[in-house]
């Protein structure tokens, strides 16, 4: 797993007007979400990560080494990142072709190119539709081919910027499988998410953005807790934690299955 140190990150697009203000933040192996309102920064913030954009001061180390130094192909076969929209992603037209070109381009032999790809498709749910014209899938199949794109990569870091949006319940699902499977394989995983349900039921760690800053930083569980800072950065609780609040309870309650196995720890039948 890549070791990631964000110093004192501060960024803008134009300089009078900074995006990021000061943020220090270093990622161990907890799977990290971050979350936040529209405009808060994210999608920049994990663009610095990867190295598609500089920092205005401070600094991003990745293993060490300063990404200001380093080029983003440099830093391509150590950070994968999905971006939010499939079609900013894929250029080839048939899904294999697109899934084998990252592992070529970090230099897999077209062999092992071949191994990761399909096992990336498998993973997805994508199998058969190897050779088929990635335009021709529905937005949520397009999604699928840009995650396995990055999986098949196998690099240390995986980045999503909004997994799920466009995912139905199934598809939700095969993405929580996805980050747990990596998590297990000692990967870091860091995904922006605007779906509280599926950060409590996937994510270990959450970070909260609000207006280019870090608000909050903690296990996810202690994240939830703070409803009131939650409420500054414009975001609610899971729907899980919320119906055990106004329930009566004063313990946070991530998912269904944390509130079900409280209640029967406490002798009642469910
Ligand atoms: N390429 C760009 N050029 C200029 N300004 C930009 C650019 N990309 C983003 N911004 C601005 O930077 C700010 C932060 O945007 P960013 O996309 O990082 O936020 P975000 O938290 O990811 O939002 P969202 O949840 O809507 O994706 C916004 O005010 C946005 O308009």
Not at 186 to 199: E, N, P, Q, R, T
Request: charged content about 25%.
């Amino acid at each position: 797993m890549a070791d990631i140190q964000v110093k004192e990150l501060t960024f803008g697009y134009a300089e009078s007007k900074p995006v990021l203000q000061g943020i220090s933040l270093s990622f161990d192996g907890r799977s990290t979400a971050i979350i936040g309102q529209n405009g808060a920064g994210k999608t920049t913030f994990v663009k610095l990560l990867k190295g598609l954009l500089k920092p205005t001061a401070g600094d991003v180390l990745i293993d060490g080494q300063n990404t200001r130094e380093a080029t983003v192909a440099s830093l391509a076969g150590r950070i994968g990142m999905v971006f939010q929209n499939p079609n900013d992603q894929i250029f080839k037209n048939k899904v294999l072709d697109e899934v084998m070109f990252g592992p070529l381009n970090i230099g897999m032999s077209e062999g092992e190119a071949k191994e990761h790809a399909e096992a990336a498709l498998a993973l997805v749910g994508l199998c058969g539709l190897e050779q088929e014209n990635p335009y021709d899938l529905s937005l949520s199949e397009r999604k699928m081919v840009a995650i396995a794109s990055i999986l098949a990569m196998d690099t240390g870091v995986v980045i999503f910027d909004e997994p799920t949006i466009a995912q139905d319940w199934r598809g939700r699902r095969t993405i929580g499988s996805i980050i747990r499977g990596l998590r297990e394989r000692g990967k870091l995983v860091i995904a922006i998410l605007h779906d509280m349900d599926f950060v409590a039921e996937y994510f270990e760690r959450t970070v909260v953005f609000a207006k280019g800053r870090v608000l909050l930083d903690g296990g996810t569980r202690e994240v939830f807790a703070k409803e009131e800072c939650l409420r500054a950065a414009y975001l609610e609780p899971p729907h899980v934690t919320q119906l055990c609040k106004s329930l009566g309870y004063n313990e946070v309650f991530l998912t269904a299955e944390d509130f079900v196995s409280h209640v029967k720890g406490n002798g009642f039948t469910v």
